[in-house]
């Protein structure tokens, strides 16, 4: 990295700055790259499939570690899904699978590298609210380094994430309030005892991990570009990471063209997709940025690793899905649960409600005509189906009752 710029003034800081968001307007920052300077080096890493996400090293901030990474983050598979595609038309529909990280969802990859810089800068005790996922991965990868976690959670949040993260032996503090309670008070506690804070968005180095999502499509389909990722999006900060991932590809020379970045949110979380409509109904020729306020919504869905009231890294999707062309879709939260036993019963792949809205917006896209048979999509698989069970089920239903008999068999099975 050789520093960061201001995402809302495009103020500049150098790589020495130690603080989190840009001194001058309190905007989120993203880390920047001399991309001639590594050009090298990044040609000979994707040479190579990757083992791991710091396989990536050459694009990614803080030192290059002497010791591996304890746990295996990233190198999750891409997987062709032509039976569920062929449900709605596609013929080239790809799930990417974080499913299979360690602690099960897409989070250990910012995890992992915010770890490595609080290494870097001597911090012991890391902290981060979540609305779940972003507190299993923190405790699950601090377990793993040894480092001390305090993770701030609504108390809703669903017991397969509070147990992950109770089980990893972090310090858990269920808020009584909703996410955005959780973060406002994860941020002052942080100051209050000088604490390095991992939250969404306010760090930067979060949509640096997440942005190895990208790095692995792009090889796993041997230097295509797709057309098109479907990103689920809560604060945000996921879809800009994905983003910057095509974007530092771009920048290195290795792609002449970028891919379409769609944001999937529920009707009952929508906030990026309201903003997104609202800019596009304005057709402006340019957006000047620092004038943009992204839309607070009362996030209601059952989705709840998407449900946010107010965007951190809001401004950050909102760029990315109007730069790049992309949709903004919003789709009702049966629909997302339909989608979880759609994508399980036609792929074997099980995502909680956030992971599967992605193929129940596509699916919207596709009733639309928004989007082609032909094109190449990648759906963003985010985050296991086994961290929410009670809303699967809700879906999946219940299995069949029956005495130990054959008899009870056949009349179950209706015979066959
Ligand atoms: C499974 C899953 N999918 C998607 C997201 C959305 O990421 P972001 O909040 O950065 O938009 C999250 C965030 O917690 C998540 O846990
Ligand atoms: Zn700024």
Known sequence: MDGYVCIVCEKKQNEEFAGFVCPACGGNLDISYDYASVADKVRQTFCLPPTDMFHYQALLPGAVSPTPFPLRVGATPLYPVSRLGATIGLNHLYLKDDTVNPSASIKDRASAVVLRRAIDVGADVISAASTGNAGSSLACLAAALGMRAVIFVPATAPIAKLTQMMSFGAQVLAVQGNYDDA????????????????????????????????YEIWQALDGRVPDRLVVASGDGNLLSGIWKGWRDLHASGLIDRLPKIDCAQSTASDAI?????????????????????????????LADSIAVDQPRDGLAAVQAVINSGGEAI????????????????????????????????????????????DEYVVCVVSGSGLKDIANAQAVAGKPVVIEPSLAAVKRALGGK
């Open 183 to 214: 973060f406002d008070l994860s941020l002052t506690a942080s100051r209050e005892f000088g604490w390095f804070n991992r939250s969404t968005g306010y760090n930067a180095f979060t949509r640096e991990g997440k942005k190895t999502c990208s």
């Open 273 to 301: 997709c309201r903003t997104v409509r609202r800019l596009r109904e304005q057709a402006e020729a340019r957006i000047d940025w620092s004038t943009i306020e992204v839309d607070q919504v009362e996030a209601s869905t």
């Open 330 to 373: 919003a789709v009702a939260d049966e629909e997302i649960l339909l989608a979880i036993t759609e994508m399980a019963r036609l792929t074997g792949v099980f995502a909680e409600p956030a992971a599967a809205t992605p193929f129940a917006a596509l699916k919207q896209m596709v009733a639309n005509n928004t989007i082609g048979a």
